[in-house]
């Protein structure tokens, strides 16, 4: 079955440091790789997906992530984090066409 | 087009009554999904829907929960006899297809219950 781990439940970083929220997944096959992000009171935004190809993703808000097979991990990254970025995240492996499992999430706390 | 709206985004109710919330996808999202999300965890899938067809649905949608989509759009998901372990917040997210390289899903803001 599915399953992702995100090992950290809290991280916290000062602002303009740089970022690596972890992220491993379990599954058989190709895995298709989602981080979402989201803020207090609201929904789940798509921040970068994989799917095949170059292993380094970029997505928005300045954010990237490695696809490592070797290491069935999703690992997501930002050089120099804003205030704006304190949220939960979420990585998510999805089966072609179906549901997503989501991992745990990890909270981001920004100090200035 | 203002994306996925759910309604009510919040519902508190006393244990033993019925809820209905209520999810409006984005116009022509053939897929419409429903998630539960509980305090410290991810969302956790409960059901989908293809159109007005239900193709999948958890092990943790028990008999008490039901949900429909009848004519292919908004779509309802109700909870009868609400227990406390019931209480969470519920999403709902549509795609236009299923989720492949050129298709995103979509989320509400969701609706939190609260079973007292």
């Known amino acids: 079955a599915q399953s992702v781990t995100q090992p950290d439940i809290h991280i916290t970083v000062s602002e303009g440091a740089s970022l690596e929220l972890r992220c491993n997944y379990s599954?058989?096959?190709?895995?298709?790789l989602f981080w979402y992000v989201q803020s207090p009171g609201q929904g789940l935004q798509l921040l970068l997906k994989?799917?095949?190809?170059?292993?380094l993703v970029q997505g928005i808000k300045g954010f990237e992530a490695e696809f490592k097979r070797s290491q069935s991990s999703f690992n997501l990254r930002k050089p120099s984090v804003h205030w704006s970025d304190a949220a939960e995240y979420f990585c998510?492996?999805?089966?072609?066409?179906?549901?997503?499992?989501f991992g745990a999430g990890t909270i981001l706390r920004v100090k200035s | 087009d203002t994306g996925v709206s759910q309604n009510p985004r919040h519902k508190i109710t006393k244990r033993g009554q019925n809820v209905t919330f209520r999810c409006d996808p984005i116009?022509?999202?053939?897929?419409l999904y429903w998630y539960r999300q509980t305090l410290g965890q991810g969302p956790e899938f409960l059901t989908y829907?293809?159109?007005?067809?239900?193709?999948?649905k958890s092990r943790l949608l028990s008999d008490r929960f039901s949900a429909e989509r009848p004519k292919g759009s908004f779509s309802t998901l109700e909870i009868q006899r609400t227990e406390q372990g019931d209480s969470a917040m519920y999403l709902c997210?549509?795609?236009?297809?299923?989720?492949?390289?050129?298709?995103?899903?979509?989320f509400g803001q969701g609706t939190r219950l609260t079973v007292v």
């Open positions: 997210a549509s795609s236009s297809s299923g989720i492949g390289p050129n298709t995103e899903a979509f």
């Open positions: 599954y058989g096959a190709t895995p298709y």
């Open positions: 994989y799917f095949s190809g170059d292993t």
């Open positions: 998510a492996v999805g089966a072609y066409g179906n549901k997503l499992v």
């Open positions: 116009s022509e999202h053939n897929r």
């Open positions: 829907f293809q159109n007005e067809a239900q193709l999948e």
